[in-house]
Structures are given as structure tokens and as C-alpha cells.
């Protein structure tokens, strides 16, 4: 399995009841419209959940850096 992480969006488009992607490094996918639908449930409750990761994940650094900056010479 290919560990890349990918920053840029697939394509997508239809036609004739059929839906195509074409994705980065040569991604070329063909489903139905039943699957092209579970798919995009699945990819939108998986973002969130990624989004969600990296916010506590940032909130939790800023803790840190918070906790041990130096204190201010104000208190």
C-alpha cells in the first residue's frame, strides 16, 4: 500500500449513469452511482473526522507551547 498523502482534489464527473474519478498518480476509477454516493458519505464523515484530529491536534501544540513559553516579565 502507498503511504502518500495527497493535498489535491480527484476529479470527478458523469456520464451515462456512470461516475468517473481520476485522481492523482494516474487514479482512474469508475462506479456506479449507488457507489459513487456510499463513497462520498464515507470520504465526507472521514474528512471531518480528519479535520477534527488535526484541530485538537493543534489546540493540544498551542497548549504546549503555552505551558512551557517563558513567563511574561509583566507577571
Do not use: F, N
Not at 485522481?23 to 457507489?35: F, I, K, N, S
Not at 462520498?40 to 471531518?48: A, K, M, N, T, V
Request: net charge negative; aromatic share 2%.
Amino acid at each position: 500500500m502507498d503511504d502518500k498523502v495527497y493535498d489535491e482534489r480527484s476529479k470527478v464527473s458523469a456520464e451515462d449513469g456512470i461516475v468517473y474519478l481520476d485522481g492523482p498518480d494516474g487514479v482512474d476509477v469508475h462506479l456506479t452511482a449507488a457507489a459513487a454516493i456510499e463513497i462520498s458519505d464515507q470520504l465526507l464523515e472521514g474528512g471531518l473526522t480528519a479535520q477534527g484530529q488535526q484541530v485538537e491536534k493543534d489546540r493540544e501544540q498551542a497548549r504546549r507551547r503555552e505551558r512551557d513559553a517563558p513567563p511574561s516579565k509583566d507577571g
